[in-house]
């Protein structure tokens, strides 16, 4: 019995001891005998995500007021993944929509981006960081205009995966008032523009009409090349990133883009994602996006999209 016990005693302290030198491990002790080790938290990233499908559908059988059977499908993600460590931090967003409409047998699509922002930050100040940052922004699928054709055509595709696609990488300073919000300034962000499909290149006729042409300039991409740089630029970007309540997050971005050599032609676009979850299952999605951009089109373009879906939200974002 007493080889037992003290067999017991020396097992006991050899992993004490082991725990002791594991430097994952910290030594807690309860009521001055009870010691139990702890492993230290080595995890620096904080990441969340929402998705949600919305479907939204209409049939009429002898409706005497009217009305086209319709069916219509979308998808919207939202992610983030933030780590920090020390004075290094690492922040990246991804936004993603996709989403169809069948209306008499005819499939288009309603709703479609691609977002990616990565910025790596290092802390000079309790509010400020120097960083470096990427974006590039692009569509999943083909997009078409289906109004002032040419006779004989129904539609012309006017856009597709890397026609166009834009690259910005930026240099600056930002300041990170707290994880919700930051305002990144970069006086020295290049930018560049890729055309990976010339079918999408048309020029307007007197009257409006969209005409095929390859030799046409597209999204500031000039005929012949597949690629445009802007090196003398400078991006202004905000990010606030708000749960709202316990049930209501909102995804906000603003961006303008200024070319040093085309300073009367500013860029701005402005991202909205407004999410509800109406219970565990359930969600209602608003989203706005409004871009000013002299090379895609001479006006302001928006979309809007709003419906009512399956929801799926996850966060691992600790609270402050």
């Avoid at 003290?6 to 594991?22: E, I, K, R, S």
């Avoid at 000039?222 to 990133?241: C, H, I, P, T, Y």
Wanted: charged share 20%; glycine share 8%; with cysteine.
């Amino acid at each position: 019995m007493l080889c037992k016990t003290l067999y017991a005693a020396a097992l006991v302290g050899c992993t004490l001891t082991a725990a002791a030198q594991d430097p994952t491990t910290t030594q807690v002790t309860t009521n001055f005998k009870d010691t139990v080790s702890v492993k230290k938290d080595t995890t620096y990233w904080q990441k969340s995500i929402t998705g949600g499908i919305n479907l939204n559908q209409a049939s009429f059988s002898n409706w005497v007021g009217g009305g086209v059977n319709s069916i219509a499908i979308g998808g919207v993600v939202a992610a983030r993944a933030l780590y920090e460590k020390g004075k290094t931090s690492w922040d990246n967003t991804a936004d993603f929509q996709l989403g169809y409409i069948t209306q008499r047998g005819v499939t288009r699509k309603s709703s479609d981006q691609l977002i990616i922002i990565s910025v790596v930050g290092h802390k000079i100040a309790p509010k400020w960081d120097l960083f470096a940052s990427g974006t590039f922004n692009s569509f999943f699928a083909p997009g078409f205009v289906y109004d002032k054709l040419p006779a004989g055509r129904s539609d012309f595709k006017v856009s597709s995966f890397f026609a166009p696609a834009q690259l910005t990488l930026a240099w600056g300073v930002a300041y990170k008032p707290n994880d919700e919000f930051s305002l990144r300034l970069s006086p020295f962000a290049p930018r560049f523009t890729f055309l990976a499909d010339d079918a999408v290149r048309y020029r307007t006729g007197a009257d409006g009409v969209i005409i095929p042409d390859p030799t046409a300039k597209a999204y500031g991409v000039e005929a012949g090349k597949s690629s445009r740089s802007e090196w003398l630029s400078l991006q202004l970007q905000a990010v606030w990133n708000k749960k709202l309540s316990e049930n209501i997050s909102l995804n906000a971005r603003y961006q303008l883009y200024a070319n040093y050599q085309t300073l009367s032609a500013i860029d701005h676009r402005v991202d909205l994602l407004l999410t509800a979850k109406l219970n565990r299952y359930l969600s209602t999605t608003f989203g706005v996006i409004a871009l000013y951009d002299k090379d895609f089109f001479d006006g302001l373009q928006i979309q809007q999209s709003l419906g009512i879906g399956l929801i799926y939200n996850a966060s691992t974002f600790r609270k402050k």
